[in-house]
């Protein structure tokens, strides 16, 4: 059975930086294609950054120029590098497995706290 779980998050000022980690074991994680999502309170679940196994990542427009996704598959990591933190990004951040489409593969975790204060 697949885990993954987030870390990193934490309380940082608007401008300041965090790098989240998201930690998988129980898949082969190479060829799986992850993506870093995020909810706020009081809003729906989105979808923040994406990459493929194949190394091609996309980006939520909110986002672009700001934050960045890449993976290390021999420590079977995902990170999320997020600069320029402004207050709109406080949310819960979780990563998950997708397919080619897009679609989430696995079950959500807890996930991990980012909070920017102005």
């Known amino acids: 059975q697949v885990q993954l779980v987030e870390s990193g998050g934490g309380l940082v000022q608007a401008g300041g930086s965090l790098r989240l980690s998201c930690a998988a074991s129980?898949?082969?994680?190479?060829?799986?294609?992850m993506a870093w999502y995020r909810q706020a309170p009081g809003k729906q679940r989105e979808l923040v950054a994406r990459?493929?196994?194949?190394?091609?990542?996309n980006y939520a427009d909110s986002v672009k120029g700001r934050f960045t996704i890449s993976r290390d598959n021999a420590k079977k990591t995902v990170y999320l590098q997020m600069n320029s933190l402004k207050p709109e990004d406080t949310a819960v951040y979780y990563c998950n497995r997708i397919d080619l489409y897009g679609s989430v593969r696995g079950s959500w975790g807890q996930g991990t706290q980012v909070i920017v204060s102005s």
């Open positions: 129980g898949s082969i994680f190479s060829i799986d294609h």
């Open positions: 990459i493929f196994a194949s190394g091609t990542t």
